[in-house]
């Protein structure tokens, strides 16, 4: 047996030895260096939305390269592909007034909205407010920050203490929430919520629900945060998911697909409420950002996967994709071949049945030319980018279907993670 690699590879067991490799890209297809074709069902990992090999991507990364690579943003300094961007977030924001924090990263953009929240809260007179109320399941990251409002326990095991002051509480029960603030309303700094959760396992919200949370913020005083790390930038057919539902939050994470994962971003929108709280003392400094925040290249990238997306409509597209996946999930789940087919805008999963485990289907449905994302033991999400075409979306629900087919009622079970 070959001993594991020096890359010690994310959310694998250390002890793997095998691993996919993949090469090049081009669309919604990647190739391994076998010269096998896949369609990227998964949008690598939720996020390349405007598909792989973009040569407008790369031109304007390579231009940005040459003339400034890097610099930081701190205090006084600044960059013109950072600002740039900023403006152009600002302008298709989902809540008025903002600013926008610029992170490399969900996870740091999550840690970044828990912060400015009890900042916020703090500067304006009520320290007090440390609480964060979150959701279980959910995924907000992997940093101590994001995790300890991640509703995954198998994700927190292991790992010692978590940030304190954090409520969790049923993804779909308002009820549970009016009973967190009728406890301590004067004590919450925040509420974060996925306006579709996405790794925590594709539930849209239901009905009511994140309308229910902007009202029990406005009531007591906190802050609503919308973590749209997957959420944004199209994937739900509109730029924000908060748009998506109409409802309107004071905090917004972002990342993925702001480039569309060429280069790592991610950030913050700090709507107009939290942003005069921190502005308010004009001798407050902000002890708070990462070393590349606001970095040129990223930024770059961002602003061109911004022109991509509205060049070619991608929000648009975003709903036709989701309709046609849809379908053909719902097909699947009629004739009982999974039990339930769930999303929303272009992000779908298939619920499946109890004897049929969900990484035993990918690893099936590899086979076949289709690289999907097990959840769990009974969940494979769908998040494909927003350039596929039709018919490999069909590709997509054909390969879904010949793998639950072949493996249910067999037990087999897959030995990756």
Not at 263 to 289: I, T
């Given at each position: 047996m070959s001993a594991p690699p020096a890359f010690l590879h994310p959310f694998a067991k250390p002890s793997a030895t095998e691993f996919l490799r993949i090469v090049s890209g081009q669309g919604a297809i990647v190739t391994d260096d076998q010269g096998r074709r896949y369609v990227d069902a998964m949008g690598s990992l939720w996020y390349c939305n405007v598909g792989h090999g973009r040569a407008e991507i790369a031109d304007a990364v390579a231009q940005q390269l040459r003339k400034l690579a890097a610099f930081h943003t701190f205090e006084m300094f600044t960059n013109d592909p950072a600002d740039q961007l900023c403006q152009e977030l600002v302008a298709i924001a989902p809540v008025p007034d903002a600013r926008i924090f610029l992170t490399s990263s969900g996870s740091e953009a999550v840690d970044s909205a828990i912060k400015l929240a009890r900042l916020a809260q703090a500067v304006r007179g009520e320290p007090q407010r440390q609480v964060i109320v979150s959701r279980r399941p959910s995924y907000h990251g992997v940093t101590y920050g994001g995790l300890a409002v991640t509703g995954l326990p198998l994700n927190q095991e292991h790992f010692g203490a978590m940030l304190p002051d954090v409520v969790q509480t049923p993804h779909d029960d308002l009820a549970a929430v009016e009973v967190v603030f009728a406890e301590r309303g004067d004590r919450i700094a925040a509420v974060i919520a996925e306006p579709v959760i996405g790794a925590g396992g594709v539930y849209p919200p239901v009905p009511g629900y994140l309308e229910g949370l902007r009202r029990l913020c406005?009531?007591?005083?906190?802050?609503?945060?919308?973590?749209?790390?997957?959420?944004?930038?199209?994937?739900?057919?509109?730029?924000?998911?908060?748009?998506?539902?109409?409802?309107?939050?004071?905090?917004?994470?972002?990342?993925?697909?702001?480039?569309?994962?060429?280069?790592?971003?991610?950030?913050?929108?700090?709507?107009?409420?939290?942003?005069?709280?921190?502005?308010?003392?004009?001798?407050?400094?902000?002890?708070?950002?990462?070393?590349?925040?606001?970095?040129?290249?990223?930024?770059?990238?961002?602003?061109?996967a911004l022109a991509i997306t509205r060049r070619e409509g991608l929000l648009d597209r975003a709903g036709k994709i989701g309709e046609r996946l849809a379908t053909g999930l719902r097909?699947?789940?009629?004739?009982?071949?999974?039990?339930?087919?769930?999303?929303?805008?272009?992000?779908?999963?298939?619920?499946?049945?109890?004897?049929?485990?969900?990484?035993?289907?990918?690893?099936?449905?590899?086979?076949?030319?289709?690289?999907?994302?097990?959840?769990?033991?009974?969940?494979?999400?769908?998040?494909?980018?927003?350039?596929?075409?039709?018919?490999?979306?069909d590709r997509c629900v054909e390969s879904l279907h010949a793998a639950v087919t072949e493996l249910r009622g067999s037990g087999a079970r897959s030995n990756r993670t």
């Open positions: 406005d009531e007591h005083g906190a802050w609503l945060i919308f973590d749209e790390v997957i959420c944004a930038f199209g994937r739900l057919g509109a730029w924000w998911g908060a748009e998506r539902f109409g409802v309107r939050p004071d905090l917004v994470t972002f990342a993925k697909a702001v480039t569309s994962g060429y280069v790592p971003l991610g950030g913050v929108v700090v709507g107009g409420p939290v942003r005069q709280a921190l502005e308010a003392d004009p001798d407050l400094v902000l002890r708070h950002g990462h070393t590349y925040s606001g970095h040129p290249t990223a930024c770059a990238a961002g602003l061109e097909s699947l789940a009629d004739d009982g071949h999974i039990a339930e087919a769930r999303g929303d805008g272009a992000v779908w999963a298939a619920g499946l049945h109890p004897d049929t485990d969900a990484a035993a289907v990918r690893d099936r449905m590899l086979t076949t030319g289709v690289i999907a994302r097990p959840i769990g033991t009974a969940t494979v999400s769908f998040c494909p980018p927003l350039v596929i075409s039709d018919d490999d979306v």
